[in-house]
């Protein structure tokens, strides 16, 4: 078995399509319409399904925003360096949550930005792990 997918439901997709492209440089994998249920899926991530994890945005014709809850965590991905990975995102109008640095009780540098419905999305920086625990 392995990972295939995780589904956000956004509600605008252009915007976030836009987003997960131009601002955290993945690419739209596919695109399906399904009129009859009134939403569209949109794939995106960084390499093909076949071998890697991706996102599936779901945008439902009829609504335009979601309440996120309280139990929502965050997507992670793996950066070369978490600090330049945020000052990225700002120069491409992209909103920093927390800035990089070594994770609260441990080592590993992370960094948290949001994407258009307010989804985080943590940096991890590659190599930074040197706690038992994260
Ligand atoms: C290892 C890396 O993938 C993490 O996500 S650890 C990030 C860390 N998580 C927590 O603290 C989890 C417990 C917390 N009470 C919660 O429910 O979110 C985190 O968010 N650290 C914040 C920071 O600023 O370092
Ligand atoms: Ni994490």
């Given at each position: 078995?392995r ?5 956000l439901?956004v ?8 987003f997960?492209?131009e601002v ?7 695109r399906s319409?399904?009129?009859?249920g009134r939403?569209t ?14 996102l599936?945005?779901t945008h ?9 809850g309280?139990?929502y965590?965050?997507i992670a991905?793996?950066?070369d360096?978490?600090?330049?990975a945020?000052e990225a995102?700002r120069a ?5 949550t927390r800035?990089a640095?070594?994770m609260?009780?441990?080592?590993t540098?992370?960094a ?10 943590e940096?991890?920086q590659?190599?930074s792990?040197q706690?038992?625990h994260?």
């Open positions: 078995m990972l295939l997918h995780t589904m439901r509600g605008n997709l252009e915007r976030s399509l836009a997960y492209q955290l440089g993945m690419k739209l994998l596919r319409n399904y009129p009859d939403f899926l949109a794939f995106v991530g960084y390499g093909d399904e076949a071998d890697q994890t991706v599936e945005l439902n014709w009829d609504t335009d925003a979601y309440e996120l309280n139990a965590g965050h991905i793996e950066v360096d978490a600090y330049a945020c995102v491409k109008g992209g909103k920093v800035e640095g070594p609260k009780h441990g080592t540098v992370i948290f930005v949001e994407d258009p419905d307010g989804y985080k999305i940096f991890i590659k190599g792990r706690g038992a994260d």
